[in-house]
Structures are given as structure tokens and as C-alpha cells.
């Protein structure tokens, strides 16, 4: 390996324990951990004896702004900078054999400190809130009336089509709402990237891999204008089996999709591998987004015409089943409300763009959703049962799973009979066991030896023994073949309107609540029949064109994934805190024409990507940075840097070892048979965490194995979704462990190897030629006249033979996989 040519930016050196972040410097989705995890404990939990604002400070200490945070009480800080691990506030929890006063003990618990903690090492990022709490009636009156105004809970309005100076630009509709913008602004758009570039980027976005040679030189060899070679190119790409990989991965990341329950008791859910393949499915078969939302909702609510419709619709309601469980929980009402709330987080946040669990233990301080309205969907959500085929602790249904096929019925029937003759068998065995044991006792308490002189009775009651034995093992043979299974839900068999908690403690019941759906938007509230659980009814809802959120929240996040923000910048949340459209008529425009066009995903997609704004050039420019540094008005288009799973895919398919087959089945599932015993094995359940799955596999990353807690540690570093949380918008950053992984990884060299081998049996055999296609096989370009003199004296005098040609050219491969360019999409 010394010949090894390694270039690498090492960039954001942090060392030791985090310092406190500034305001300015907190990500939104730390912003977003804070106001949905940390803020509502604080305000639950700590202000009645720790707030400023409501003149509580016990010990000096007040914990409701991040300067009292800094400031401490009469101990010093309760946070302190550069030593935030060891800050008390996390140490009074952690060491105190007593929670602080009228903090309940169960409070405390391994999941809130976690919270704490991972809090603290982030730098506990406490991000200004633009409203003051609502505390008292009359703030929270207030804070109705203003989100009555508020511009995201109002329909959208069609507006004009801007007027624009330069009409020869816009080739979509965004682009006028663009132009205008950045002719407001005194800037113009970027030119035209390159063939190249635009391909490379276009192939990232739509199937996450990068284009092969072929295609590069298809497209750089067609006559047609730029528009017509464009869509020839999307309209490929869209139609892309890859397609649905690439796309069903963000949905599964807002969906928190992980094969297992995660926390202290981490089970495998052995079955979810067909709920990311029906995700992926879904979107290469463009179902309409209200549809897609209707079916993971209340899918076995809704008609099917066939059988495979039904088992279809049946698994997409796995979205509601994938999520985290708390199997510690020993309070099975508490372990189930600890479900419903993951439930409506995850629903109200991936469809609706809000975050409203904090309205489980009170109104919800910075939106109008009040306690009331998150225990009416907690009705709907306890009235319904789950099928997650895990094992439990506790005695509930989410042990089972739902059978699939056309004959499932029979054949459980089948199992039925014959569980039931086998044990008929069974119990017939035993009581002749009991019949024959009797006679030989009475034959010893006679002294007779009932071994050497049976008598006749004894004899005929041997003989039955040994009959129904053989009886009993004939009863267990060929039992009948058990239907495939599958997670998913159902109307439980009793509905149940749930009582508002007190504070969230289910000791506390109050009066119950109607089950219904949010009343912050105005919309007709729909009735729900006293025998249904009200699932279909709030899909329904959320699905409806006139509700003011949906089709903002779905196009603001497809336009995130294309351009790297979206025109709100807070995609899920849109609520009084979020961050107001950067773009406010162009997200109107185009929810409407989403709705309009039958809330077609891929149509949507199209347009966007044959835009002007989407073709710009991504070169930097000194009057866009001094502007518009932040690129929110888009004079160019943002470089962003690949995911973790399109870099793994990139490194396999530029390789050549990339099976882009879909996949059937899961490690997990593989794992979860191996451990488990016959009579679970068919649905797999067990009970201990993942930790024999591999990245070892050519097949693409999204069939990788994502077990919660237990996830492969390539995908992390590079910032792959935490199957904990919904995620809307992952992290994105360069730190030196990349850099790391990258040259020193088994992975990587052996795909840098694969690729060397590939050009060293290509003709012609210069090294001239062979260094211009490694380039544009890794970085879709030619390499310039600086980068080709470099690397040819880096080879030169290094091929002497065949072994250290192959080393040579493995180096320079693997020095270009770590090249910021490789990993980026320009």
C-alpha cells in the first residue's frame, strides 16, 4: 500500500467535549430535537420551580431561556461550555439518588436522560424561538387568533405568473417565480452547467447512481436542442426501477423505517423488508401521493379488487407499525400510549409538515393543538390494532402478524385442524400414560414385578401406549404450509374514545375525547362512526385538496431534495415557528398544480428538473456570495454532497459489482430465523439486538439492514437517517472519520481494486488513455491537463509489473473516490 496516492480535505476538526452552540450555528434538525424533545421537558417538568418568566426561580436557577441556561443559580452554571457532558443538569440526574423536588421519579427515565444527553453532546443547541410560550388562557387564545393568520394553515392562493425582463429564460413555471426573485435582488442566474455536470447531478437525484460512460457519451452525442436531449434523458430516468430506490428512500426516512424496536430491549421486526418494498414499489409505480397517503393510513380500510390489492394495501399500513417500541415497559397502557404517540408524531409530521406530541402532556405551546386534539387521534390510533410479528413483554397484540395470500384463511384453517388434532393426540397419548402408569403401581404395591409378569390388562394398556405414540407422531407430520405474513394494522375489536392525561400521566385520567382530527385548519371535522376507529376518516383529511398543509409539505420537500433546502427551509414544520417560504407564491403554485395534476410525484419531479433554475451552473460568483451568500434566492444551483447510501451504490456501480436487482427478504429476517426456535421461526420473533449483519453485499443500499441501534457503521458516518426519529432532512457534513473510512477502508480499496482491474483490461493500453477513462468512469469528466501531467508521473516508473500495475492503478482510483468531487453532486 505505499504507493497509495491519498488526497483528502480534512475539514471541521472538533476535538474533546463539544462547546456551547451559538444560535446561528444550530442545524434544524437539532433545532427540531430541541422544540420536540428538550423544550417540552423543560416546560413540563422544570419551570414550576425553574422559570424567569413566571417568577419561579428556586436556587436562582431558571431554565427558560438559553442565557438563564449559561447563567446558573446559586451552584454556577447548569451548563457549562466546553464541558457540557459534565454540566449539572445532567449530573444532578445522573448521580442524585433522588429526582429534583416534584419531578415524579418515574420521569427520569433511561430514555430522558438519553435525550439529555445526546442534547448536551451536541452542544446543547437551544435555537431562539420567535414566540413566547403560551402559558395562560389567554395567551393560548392568542396564539389561536394569530394562527388563524398564519400563512401555512390559510388554502393556497393561484397566483400570477410573475413578469420578468429576461422571458427568453424560464423554460417551467418555477422559473418565472425564480427570475423575478433574483431580478428583485439585483442578481441573475447562473449559466447553464455543462452536459456533463447537469447528467451527473440529474442521475444523483433521480436514481441515486452516477451515469456510466455509455450514457454520458449517448447524451454528449445528441444533435437535439437542449431542451428535447433533456427530457429524453429525465423521462429515462424516471422510468428507472432505481427510481423507486432512490425516492422510496426519503420516504422511508420520514417514515423512521427500522427493523427493529430500538431502546434497552432492542427486538427484530423480522417482517418490515416488505413495507420498504412497498414504499419503493409505490413510487416507481407513481401512486398518487393521496392515494400513497390514504393506503399507509387506513390500506385495510380501503376496497380491493383482487387478493394481491388486498396483502398489497394490508402492508402499507406498516407505516404505522415500524416505528420504535418501548419493550421495557412493563404498564401496558403506558406502552401503549408510549406507541400511539410514535404514531402521531410520525403522522402529523410526515404528511402535515407539524410537530404535535408535545400536546400529549399539555396545550401545545407554540402551535394551536391543543391536549384535547392529540387525545382525540390518540383515540383513533388505540382503536386500532397492530400486527408487528415481534415478540413482546408485555400481553398485547403486537406479537402476531397478518397472513397474506389469496388463501390465507385456509390456510390457517388448515393450521388450525391440525394444531388442534395434534393436540387432541397429545392429551388422548397422555391419559392412556396415566391409565397404564396406575396399573403398574397397583401391581408393585402387590409385590408383584408388573416387568417380568405383565398381566393381560397391563399388557393391552402397554400396546395402547405404544399406539398412540405413533399417533401423536403422525399428528405432527406434514403440517400445512403457513401463508406468508406481513406488519400491518386493523380496527381493534373495541373503539375507544381516549381520556385526556393529566400532564401525560396515565394515572391521571380526565374526561375522554371524541376520536377526531386536528381542529387547527379550519376544515370540516369528519364524523367518525361509533364502530370504526377513525383511520380512514383522518386519511381522509390529511388527503383532502383543500387541507391548507399536505400538498405544500410534499412539494416543499421534493423541491429540498432537488435543490438542498426547501423554499421552506423548515420542511417539517410548518407551524408559527417554522421558517416562512422563501418563495411563498411559487409553493403556492406549485401545491396547486400538484393537486391538479393528480398528485403525481414523478410529474411534478419532471417539470422541475427540465427548469432553468435546475440546469444553472453550481460555480460560485463574487456577486451572488456578497447578495445572497445563503443561495436562497438560487443564482446557481447548491453543490450537495451525496448520501450515504448513493456514495456506498456509486463506489459499487463504478466498480462494476453493483446488483441493482430488487431485493426480497432482509438480513434481519435471515438473522431472526437462524436464532429463533420452530414455533416462532415462521414469523421470526426473538428477543436479542442485532449483531450479525454486514455490508458485505453488492445489492443497494436501501435493502441494507436497518436495525435500530444496530446499524453499519459506513452508513452512519456518512450521515445516514436514524430509524429513531422522522427525518425530513438529514445532516450533511464533512469530518475527518470520512476521510478516514475513505482511504483506509477494506470496502473502499476493494472496489478501487475491482475498478483498476477493469481499466487494465481495457484497450488501448496507454496510460493516457486509461487515466482519461478512469476519470470519466469515477468523476463523469475528462481530467484536466494539470490532473493528467500529475498522475501520469505519479504512474510513471510503477507498472513495471503486472502486480504493481494493479496497485498503481488501485491508488489512483481510490485517491479519486476521496475527492470532494466524488462525493458531490455540482
Known sequence: MSNRLILLTLAMVRLGSPSLLKAEEISPADALFFETTIRPLLIERCFECHSARLGRQEGGLALDSFAALTRGGQSGPAVISGEVAKSPLLTTLQSSPTPPPKVPAHVVTSTVLGNLTAWAGKGAPWPESPLPVATTAEEISALREKAERHWAFRPPQQPTLPQVKNSEWPRDRADYFILERLQANGLAPSPDAERTVWLRRVSFDVIGLPPTVRELDDFLADPSPEDEACARVVDRLLASESFGVRWGRHWLDLARFGESTGYDRNMTYPLAWRYRNYVIEAHNHDVPYDRFIREQLAGDLLPADTPEERDRLAVATGFLVVGPKTQNESNLLLYRMNAVDDQIDATCR??????????????????????????????????????????????????????????????????????????????????????????????EKEGKDWKKSPTPELQVAENEVQRHQGLVKAANENPPTAPEWAMSVSDAAEMINCPVYEKGEISQPREAVPRGVPTLLGLDTPRIPADQSGRRQLADWIASPRNALTARVAVNRVWQHLFGTGLVASSDNFGLTGTPPSHPELLDDLALRFTQEGWS??????????????????????????????????????????????????????????????????????????????????????????????????????????????????????????????????????????????????????????????????????????????????????????????????????????????ISWSSLAQALFCTGEFRTAY
Open 350 to 443: 410526515a404528511f402535515l409538515g407539524l410537530t404535535a406530541n408535545c400536546a400529549r402532556c399539555h396545550d401545545h405551546k407554540y402551535d394551536p393543538i391543543p391536549t384535547r386534539d392529540y387525545h382525540a387521534l390518540a383515540g383513533i390510533f388505540r382503536s386500532t390494532r397492530q400486527f408487528s410479528g415481534a415478540q413482546t413483554n408485555v400481553r398485547d397484540e403486537d406479537g402476531a402478524a397478518w397472513p397474506l395470500g389469496a388463501d390465507a384463511t385456509e390456510r390457517l384453517r388448515r393450521m388450525a385442524e391440525h394444531a388442534a388434532g395434534a393436540a387432541e393426540a397429545q392429551k388422548t397419548y397422555l391419559a392412556k400414560v396415566k391409565i397404564r402408569n396406575a396399573m403398574r403401581e397397583a401391581l
Open 601 to 806: 410525484v414523478k410529474s411534478l419531479l419532471r417539470s422541475l428538473l427540465l427548469s432553468r433554475t435546475y440546469r444553472q451552473s453550481s460555480s460560485s460568483n463574487p456577486e451572488g456570495e456578497q447578495r445572497d451568500p445563503a443561495n436562497r434566492w438560487l443564482w446557481r444551483q447548491p453543490p450537495r454532497l451525496l448520501e450515504a447510501e448513493v456514495l456506498r451504490d456509486t463506489l459499487l456501480a463504478v466498480s462494476g459489482e453493483l446488483d441493482p436487482a430488487p431485493q426480497q427478504g432482509s438480513q434481519v429476517t435471515d438473522i431472526s430465523e437462524r436464532q429463533s426456535n420452530p414455533q416462532q421461526r415462521e414469523i421470526g420473533r426473538r428477543d436479542f439486538l442485532v449483531k450479525d449483519i454486514t455490508g458485505d453485499t453488492r445489492y443497494r443500499s436501501v435493502y441494507l439492514p436497518s436495525a435500530r441501534s444496530a446499524q453499519l457503521d459506513a452508513l452512519m458516518l456518512f450521515d445516514a437517517a436514524d430509524p429513531n426519529l422522522v427525518i425530513s432532512q438529514r445532516k450533511s457534513g464533512v469530518v475527518p472519520a470520512q476521510a478516514m473510512y475513505l482511504m483506509n477502508s477494506d470496502f473502499v480499496w476493494q472496489q478501487a481494486r475491482l475498478t483498476a482491474q477493469k481499466l487494465l483490461a481495457m484497450e488501448p493500453a496507454e496510460d493516457n488513455a486509461r487515466l482519461r477513462k478512469a476519470y470519466r468512469i469515477i468523476l463523469g469528466r475528462k481530467p484536466t491537463e494539470r490532473e493528467e501531467a500529475l498522475f501520469l508521473a505519479y504512474l510513471s516508473g510503477k507498472t513495471h509489473t503486472p502486480e504493481a500495475s494493479l
